[in-house]
Nanobody
Framework: EVQLVESGGGLVQAGGSLRLTCSAS????????IGWFRQTFGKGPEGVSC????????YYSDSVKGRFTISTDNAKNTVYLQMNDLKPEDTNVYFC????????????????WGEGTLVTVSS
């Protein structure tokens, strides 16, 4: 059974930091590009960051570039998202995703995702 379990969300003041963790199981981690998207109720998903397991391409959306850092620990089937200098507009539910591809344009072919973790940034 494929599982992606996110953790690390919470309430933080603007300018603060959080690190999200996603533990994956039930599939070969190396067979997918892994990343994060965020989504609030009534809106479509916004790709935040991803890393291509094949060529190592890393993508960040313009809204988080320079503040967020994605990393993986393939031995643990885990992906992290370090979020610094958080802003109120970063408030969202963040989902970990296993996708077909990660390119300089973003995430494509989202195959599996978790239940999400809520990040709330107060002003």
């Amino acid at each position: 059974e494929v599982q992606l379990v996110e953790s690390g969300g919470g309430l933080v003041q603007a300018g603060g930091s959080l690190r999200l963790t996603c533990s994956a199981s039930g599939f070969r981690f190396d067979d997918y590009s892994i990343g994060w998207f965020r989504q609030t109720f009534g809106k479509g998903p916004e790709g935040v960051s991803c890393i291509n397991s094949g060529d190592g391409t890393i993508y960040y959306s313009d809204s988080v570039k320079g503040r967020f850092t994605i990393s993986t620990d393939n031995a643990k089937n885990t992906v992290y998202l370090q979020m610094n200098d958080l802003k109120p507009e970063d408030t969202n539910v963040y989902f970990c995703v296993a996708a077909e591809d990660c390119t300089p344009s973003g995430i494509s072919g989202m195959d599996y995702w978790g239940e999400g973790t809520l990040v709330t940034v107060s002003s």
